[in-house]
């Protein structure tokens, strides 16, 4: 008995000495990172085992989007270290997802994309939690969002991008001399693939560009002149949109199209199809079909591992320090070998979104009330404000609601705006409405007689 005893104590201390090992050699490459100095570690970098204990247990990750980027990134955050990551899309699995998106299988098709990509990533990758989310982004309140230490974005989309950026910057809160309150800044990692193309960028509200500042790197949507269609269709993708834009209205009047309705696509289809023998046009297939009405770029699963990569690492940089970052946009194309480029972009001074405060010059006189109705009317605001209310440091100038708010702030419409900020002659005020996201902060510089000019004339707009 004395001698199977002691087997099982020898099997017993040799397989903790095995799990020691290998979990010693599961994060060796980290290891190599975050336990030894360097000459090119990030500032604050301080070396040792808290910092991978951190990623296992304190750091909270949330990644947007569980399409093909954003199985790349749950995987790579997942071996990198990071121990809680939380997922969010709205999307279920389609059988077109099932060639790139790796963590989904035949049996998972209709299921949300988020449920079983955490599933997937927890039972691959033993000690992560991933918890997902089946909803829209904007169905999470804005509170959610402040609960991450780093936001991930695995998008394709444009508007979806702009919304979480608009909702970091929100959190973003700036000091008397116009230096970003560091302790409120939310850093953001995009990344973006496009065929053989990609891009990824990290962004520091207040600090490098945000989203927002840099807009202009994203070509307008391609669009077809409704003439050319119906006139002088050269190309399937007219003969396509002729069908969708055009003869479905006509031919089946007050039924709304679903382009995720396969008998309204076969439907565009073969209509696109009779037109483009009409006009001697070949090449129309179902698949480009539903690439043109859905604007659908054909991925590429090495593209989006490239990029998601780039991301995750990026990620890491920030959690633990253990390099200097990227600067800050990194270009990718693959089309003709490989080819990465990496940008340092400016920042807008202006931008309404990061900036600490889009100027604005009013003349001396102007009251609340006419200051709120020509804000109303500046082409930078007026597409992002309804029914704005007005705050001067902690001081509510004017509320919209609730009611009795309202009320007690309505007789400060009245007054001198130069006054109710206390006389200086510039000062930022905050400005809340319910289509921002955030807080929009604007400068307002007084000077005498500007009370005719159009307010899109001054102040950079």
């Not at 389609?94 to 927890?122: H, I, T, W, Y």
């Not at 399937?236 to 006509?250: D, K, S, V």
């Not at 006189?365 to 001067?392: A, G, M």
Request: aromatic share 8%; charged share 20%.
């Amino acid at each position: 008995m004395g001698s199977v005893a002691y087997s099982h104590q020898a099997l017993a201390i040799a397989n903790l000495t095995m799990a020691d090992s290998l979990t010693a050699s599961r994060w060796a490459d980290l290891d190599r990172l975050l336990l030894r100095p360097g000459n090119l570690v990030g500032p604050g970098f301080e070396p040792g085992p808290e910092l991978l204990d951190s990623l296992q247990n304190d750091l909270r990750v949330l990644v947007i989007g569980a399409g093909g980027l954003g199985c790349e990134l749950l995987k790579d955050l997942a071996l990198s270290g990071f121990g809680h990551i939380d997922v969010i899309d709205m999307d279920t699995i389609d059988v077109s997802n099932l060639n790139r998106q790796f963590l989904f299988r035949m049996q998972d098709v209709g299921k949300p994309k988020a449920e079983v990509a955490a599933q997937r990533v927890m039972q691959r990758v033993k000690g992560v939690t991933v918890v997902p989310h089946f909803c829209r982004i904007e169905e999470k309140d804005v509170s959610f969002y402040q609960d991450f230490q780093i936001i991930v974005l695995g998008l394709d989309s444009l508007e979806a991008r702009s919304y979480i950026n608009s909702v970091v910057c929100g959190f973003l809160e700036y000091e008397e001399d116009g230096s970003p309150n560091l302790a409120t800044l939310k850093p953001l990692v995009d990344g973006g693939t496009e065929g053989f193309k990609g891009h990824a960028r990290v962004i520091f509200p207040g600090i490098t560009p945000c989203f927002h500042c840099s807009l202009w790197l994203f070509p307008p949507q391609v669009t077809f002149p409704l003439c050319t269609l119906a006139e002088t269709p050269r190309s399937p993708a007219h003969c396509i949109e002729y069908a969708h834009l055009i003869q479905w209205g006509q031919e089946r009047q007050g039924e709304s199209f679903d382009a995720d309705n396969p008998e309204h696509m076969k439907w565009i289809y073969d209509q696109a199809v009779k037109r483009g023998e009409q006009y001697n046009i070949s090449g129309i297939t179902y698949s480009l079909t539903q690439g043109v009405v859905k604007n659908i770029v054909p991925a590429i699963a090495s593209t989006n591992a490239i990029v998601a990569a780039t991301c995750a690492l990026e990620t890491l940089k920030i959690a633990t320090m253990c390099s200097t970052g990227m600067d800050v946009y990194m270009q990718y194309t693959g089309t003709e070998g490989i080819y990465m480029r990496t940008v340092p972009h400016d920042k807008d001074p202006n931008c309404i979104m990061c900036s600490p405060g889009v100027p604005v010059e009013v003349d001396n006189t102007i009251t609340l009330q006419k200051f709120l109705d020509q804000l109303l009317k500046d082409s930078r605001f007026k597409l992002k404000l309804s029914k704005p209310s007005v705050s001067y440091h902690d001081h509510n100038l004017y509320m919209q609601a609730p009611p009795v708010l309202e009320e007690m702030t309505r007789p400060n419409l009245q007054q001198s705006l130069l006054d109710l900020m206390d006389g200086n002659t510039v000062g930022v005020l905050n400005i809340n409405d319910r289509r921002l996201t955030g807080v929009l902060r604007v400068r307002v510089t007084f000077k005498e007689g500007l009370d005719s000019i159009d307010m899109d004339t001054v102040g950079g707009g």
